[in-house]
């Protein structure tokens, strides 16, 4: 995958929209080498703004998209040393994975649980001994799960490790090379009936992702929003004494409940992604999921 930039500048200038309206542009500029190139980016980024506005474009149109703006919390490296995976932390302060050497589908089902999902009699048959009974017809969680069993069943090559969250179900893919922006991906997800702005956000950044911590509001810690780069040390010390609290918040929750592994084993590469993934978010179906 693509290092995620870890340097950023932002230029700030008066433009001129295409009605003749003043406006204040502040535009991002971004480097995975130095803060000298992200100043480069940034000056030329805001130049095609400009340029695209004076020849009548519309803002909303156009405004020229840029990579998520994460602080990179770690690396990872597959068997012959080119990145595999990061980590990141997200706007709202959880660490995320990212990753393009597997496929990770989010499927959100209809009737979300309560905000502190507790292991229940569903995920209880998933996890117990023998093969689940059948489930009801109308239960969103059995018919999501049944579709991903049919999915594992029409492509025997792949594996197919499959979690609960307190939203839905995770389905992490191994054995495919399809890139988070290709068709392939696309035709894989909607098979999997993955969350349609998932799946934007997959192609857009080109990178699969999996939040790794559990949401700060369904933890009891209080809400923030993360400003990366900080704009100044304040910022930086609020934040992280937020960071502190929100750990000693999320302790006693989960993000997953491991439900099952179907299909082909994964390879090196991709174990040491799912044990990364696995170590940060499951625990035992009686913590409760946030």
């Known amino acids: 995958m693509q290092p995620i930039p870890r340097f950023w500048e932002k230029v700030v200038s008066p433009a001129t929209d295409a009605d003749g309206k003043p406006l204040r542009l502040t535009i991002w500029g971004w480097s995975t080498t130095s803060l000298g190139h992200a100043r480069e980016v940034a000056g030329r980024r805001l130049a095609e703004t400009v340029a695209r506005l004076a020849a009548g474009a519309r803002l909303g149109r156009y405004y020229p998209r840029m990579p998520l703006r994460e602080q990179t919390l770690q690396e990872f490296h597959g068997t012959d040393g080119t990145l595999i995976a990061a980590t990141t932390r997200n706007r709202y302060g959880a660490e995320v994975l990212?990753?393009?050497?597997?496929?990770?589908?989010?499927?959100?089902?209809p009737q979300a649980p309560t905000p502190l999902v507790r292991a229940g009699g569903l995920l209880r048959r998933l996890l117990g001994a023998g093969?689940?009974?059948?489930?009801?017809?109308?239960?969103p969680a059995a018919l999501a799960l049944n579709r991903v069993r049919a999915f594992d069943a029409a492509h025997p090559e792949l594996g197919a490790h499959v979690y609960r969250t307190a939203a839905g179900l995770r389905v992490v893919i191994t054995g495919t090379a399809a890139a988070p922006d290709s068709p392939e991906a696309d035709r894989i997800l909607q098979e999997l009936a993955a969350d349609p702005v998932y799946v934007r956000l997959c192609a857009t950044h080109k990178t699969y992702r999996a939040r790794l911590t559990p949401k700060p509001w369904r933890c009891g810690a209080p809400r923030i929003t993360i400003t990366w780069p900080y704009p100044d040390q304040d910022t930086a010390e609020r934040t992280e004494a937020w960071i502190r609290t929100y750990?000693?918040?999320?302790?006693?929750?989960?993000?997953?409940?491991?439900i099952e592994r179907l299909g082909a084993t994964p390879g090196r590469d991709e174990g040491l992604i799912l044990d990364i993934h696995d170590r940060a978010t499951v625990a035992g179906p009686e913590v409760p999921l946030a």
């Open 98 to 109: 990212n990753t393009d050497r597997v496929l990770i589908a989010d499927v959100d089902l």
């Open 131 to 139: 093969t689940p009974g059948p489930e009801p017809a109308a239960d």
């Open 247 to 258: 750990r000693q918040r999320s302790r006693p929750y989960a993000t997953c409940h491991l």
